[in-house]
């Protein structure tokens, strides 16, 4: 398994159409179609870790988004990750979470980054909390067709990075989730 971290506006258009084929693979469409999130506005990730198989095939993907923030008003950096998805044929080896390893270590690797959030289902909070994610149990705001309205898609999980993770509050990200 090789693990790469990548600038998302450097992407050749072969990684692009390699990540919109997995997007295909996890995501069919009578599965996109009824996803909820489908008519949301989503922020676009800056970077990305690809993780390829030894063929050089790609088997996941986590996209990685930093952005200036608000929690309870005070100016903070977050790291987010969103877009998290492994093959179907590649799941249960550890690609998806070595991905959120891989972007967590990015956001250590940055002094700005106070702490870091991903939205996810439900049934992944039990997942995500085995890589260390606090549930949040504060309210998130996002942006909307230019508007500020409160985030209630999915649970928000949260992991520190140079400051503890928040449990409560509000954070506004100032923007589209990823």
Known sequence: MEVVL???ADLTDDERA???ALSRAVYPPEVSAAWPGRHWEWSTHQLAVF???ADGELISYAGLVL???LL???PVRIGGIGGVKTHPAARRQGCAAEAVRRAVACFHE???VAFGLL???SHLIGYY???GWLVFGGRLLVTQRGAPVEFTLNRVMVCGVQEASPSAGTIDLAGPPW
Do not use: K, Q, W
Request: proline share 0%; with cysteine; net charge positive.
């Open 67 to 69: 952005r200036s923030a």
């Open 110 to 112: 940055r002094a700005d």
């Open 72 to 74: 309870d008003g005070r």
């Open 129 to 131: 909390g085995r890589l």
């Open 18 to 20: 390699e990540v919109s």
């Open 6 to 8: 990548r600038l998302v």
């Open 51 to 53: 993780i390829r198989a």
């Open 119 to 121: 939205v996810c289902e």
